[in-house]
């Protein structure tokens, strides 16, 4: 059985010499490593221009890993995609969408908020913390 790979249109055939073989512009068939081939078959595609995977061999495939983390007051930030407007929080079980200012300014004011309501009613705290140790000692 050959292990088949099938790339923007094209297939790709791997070879028992650990190679792998693509038919490009109708009767041409290339052999290379997978990332060159790959390379290769891009060019052709986007182009019509035939670049020989040779000149791609030994490259490392391109890290595109742009995930940033923020921590701001327990709260983790986080943008995959890199750019300013793209980060996202969850507060409260709710997802929150936008820039890094706009996101800390709105967990700013949750905190704010959830420190307000236990200022405003302690006996609220107190009675759930004691409900949870009572419920923990049964």
Same mark, same amino acid.
């Given at each position: 059985?050959?292990? @088949?790979?099938?790339? @923007?249109? *094209? #297939?790709?055939? %791997?070879?028992?010499?650990?190679? %792998?073989?693509?038919? &490009?512009?109708? #009767? ?6 997978? &990332? ?13 221009? =035939? ?23 327990? %709260?983790? &930030?986080? /943008?995959?995609?890199? @750019?300013?407007?793209?980060? *996202? ?6 997802? =929150?969408?936008?820039? &890094? ?10 905190? =704010? @908020? ?6 405003? /009613?302690?006996? =609220? ?9 009572? #419920?923990?000692?049964?």
């Amino acid at each position: 059985m050959t292990k @088949r790979l099938y790339h @923007r249109g *094209y #297939n790709i055939e %791997y070879l028992d010499s650990g190679e %792998y073989a693509a038919r &490009l512009g109708g #009767n041409r068939v290339v052999t290379a490593e997978l &990332l060159a081939m790959k390379k290769s078959i891009d060019w052709w595609a986007e182009a019509s221009i =035939f670049r020989d995977p040779a000149d791609f061999e030994g490259m490392e495939e391109e890290s595109k890993d742009t995930t940033q983390t923020e921590e701001h007051k327990e %709260y983790k &930030l986080v /943008n995959d995609e890199g @750019r300013i407007d793209t980060w *996202y929080v969850m507060i409260g079980g709710k997802l =929150f969408k936008g820039s &890094l200012k706009m996101l800390k300014r709105k967990i700013d004011l949750e905190v =704010f @908020r959830q420190k307000r309501e236990e200022a405003e /009613n302690p006996a =609220f705290a107190s009675t759930s913390d004691s409900s949870q140790t009572q #419920n923990s000692a049964q």
